[in-house]
């Protein structure tokens, strides 16, 4: 027989006691928040790296030392941007083959709009190529073959890129030959000129 100074309360048919209720109830919040402080360190952990954002960000380049002719390789993204400082006479070659290229106009290209011209560059700077130099055949990088005339590019060879892998060929405005297999001109990068000898690579906002 029960004690009547004990009260009851009915729970999917049994009867569990007023200080057992309690328990449970203790016991429940208690769970609860260990699982929230257990939580926790695993969203915490779930926020993007301090390098993951860096991955993102622009980057500066320090063109001062770039003589004519010459390229340098900076990475943005994980991904080689090319800096070309083009001379006079390889400006000049860039009309030598446009009939023998896929996309002369860069119509379907991935450049910012300052850059659709024949150049691909901005227009206080035409001579300096800025380009992500992975092939848009299958990712592979291509390699400088800045001499005209080049006996292992054959001797109407104007200068440009090879990229090794499958052949693909592109001037000196990184715009792809027609007939190989890369489908489109190399992409160019937002950029934009800090100062005479600076280059932002990634942003392009004044």
């Given at each position: 027989m ?5 009260a009851?309360?009915?729970l ?5 006691d ?12 208690a ?22 954002k860096?991955l ?16 340098m390789i ?18 000049a ?14 119509k379907k ?17 035409p ?22 005339a ?14 090794p ?9 990184a ?7 890369a ?21 392009d906002?004044?």
């Amino acid at each position: 027989m029960s004690n009547p100074s004990e009260a009851t309360l009915p729970l999917g048919g049994e009867e569990v006691d007023q200080g057992r209720r309690k328990l449970l109830l203790a016991t429940c919040i208690a769970g609860g928040a260990a699982t929230g402080a257990a939580a926790w360190p695993f969203l915490a952990s779930m926020e993007p790296s301090e390098r993951a954002k860096a991955l993102g960000a622009p980057v500066e380049a320090d063109i001062s030392a770039l003589a004519p002719g010459e390229q340098m390789i900076v990475e943005w993204q994980g991904k080689p941007v090319w800096v070309v400082y083009r001379t006079k006479e390889m400006m000049a070659s860039l009309k030598k083959d446009e009939a023998k290229l896929a996309d002369p106009l860069s119509k379907k290209s991935l450049q910012p709009e300052y850059c659709q011209n024949e150049a691909r560059a901005r227009p206080e700077k035409p001579e300096m190529l800025v380009v992500v130099g992975i092939c848009t055949h299958l990712g592979c990088s291509p390699t400088s073959k800045f001499a005209a005339a080049d006996p292992s590019m054959g001797a109407d060879w104007p200068g440009g890129f090879l990229c090794p892998c499958h052949g693909s060929r592109f001037d000196l405005s990184a715009r792809v030959y027609a007939n190989f297999p890369a489908p489109e001109n190399l992409p160019v990068p937002q950029y934009k000129y800090l100062s005479e000898t600076k280059l932002l690579i990634g942003d392009d906002k004044a």
